[in-house]
């Protein structure tokens, strides 16, 4: 009985080797063929384009980059108009002169631009002045002519936008205007009689033009515009005006 158990013994003994040599073969051979596989070289069934390429290798689409330098310039101006329009709620006064001081700033420094030749410099005396009457004049009495049209003439028809519009040609345009010529000839030295002449010489012209060119400007202001915006309006249309203004104011002492 022993020896059978030992002839047992010994055939399990020799199977298991046997099967222990085939596993370690087969993973032998599972290696090798894996190691073959990886040694050999990937041949691409699909080409990308160059720029395809290149632009995954920076990561971002030149698109989506140019995409979202828009979308960063676009969130600052909104971001600034909504802190514009809450200064002009918050501090009205200052904001619009503030305003009309930066505007007269611009529209005087491209009135010298055209006038000028390349060799000239620019009279920043000149130009202070008019910021000057911007911050401290135009911009005060902007608000409160318009905060005055308003609550005088309350509605926005068509009658009471015509009514807005002849007053302002009629009493706060010459007004402005007679206080423009003046504060900048007394500021450049000139006497009353000077002063006089420069009005009776510019004055009138001014008026003419300012006829052909305000109408428009009033009637899209006080027709479309809030009351509290409506400053900010002018402002924008005066940069035109105020470059042909700036240069009127320029002009040499009239003859006595």
């Keep these: 009985m022993l020896g059978a158990f ?6 399990s003994g020799l199977l298991h080797f046997r099967r222990s040599s085939q596993l370690k073969g087969s993973k032998a051979f599972e290696a090798t063929a894996i190691a ?5 070289p ?3 069934y699909f080409r990308l384009p160059d720029s395809f390429r290149k632009t995954k290798e920076v990561g971002v689409f030149p698109s989506l980059q140019h995409s979202s330098v828009w979308s960063v310039i676009s969130f600052a101006k909104v971001e600034f108009l909504e802190w514009y ?3 002009v709620k918050c501090r009205p006064v200052l904001t619009k002169s503030i305003t009309s001081a930066l505007i007269y700033t611009a529209a005087d420094l491209s009135s010298q631009t055209i006038a000028l030749s390349s060799s000239e410099p620019y009279d920043l005396v000149r130009t202070l002045r008019m910021a000057g009457y911007g911050l401290l004049i135009l911009g005060p009495s902007l608000h409160y002519w318009f905060n005055f049209m308003s609550r005088l003439f309350p509605k926005k028809d068509i009658f009471s936008t015509l009514k807005k519009m002849a007053l302002g040609q009629s009493l706060y345009g010459p007004s402005m205007t007679v206080i423009f010529f003046s504060m900048n000839a007394f500021l450049q030295g000139e006497n009353g ?7 009776k010489r510019d004055l ?3 008026m003419l033009n300012g006829v052909m060119y305000w109408p428009a400007c009033d009637f899209i202001t006080f027709r479309f515009v809030p009351v509290h915006l409506q400053p900010l309006v002018s402002n924008s249309f005066s940069y035109a005006w105020t470059v042909y203004m700036t240069y009127m104011a320029s002009l040499e002492k009239a003859a006595p």
Excluded: F
């Excluded at 073959?36 to 050999?40: D, L, V």
């Excluded at 009689?193 to 009005?199: A, C, F, P, T, V």
């Design 6 to 11: 030992r002839r047992s013994s010994g055939l």
């Design 36 to 40: 073959r596989k990886q040694s050999q």
């Design 42 to 44: 990937i041949r691409p």
């Design 85 to 87: 329009l809450t200064m």
């Design 193 to 199: 009689s000077e002063i006089i002449g420069r009005l």
């Design 204 to 206: 009138l012209p001014t």
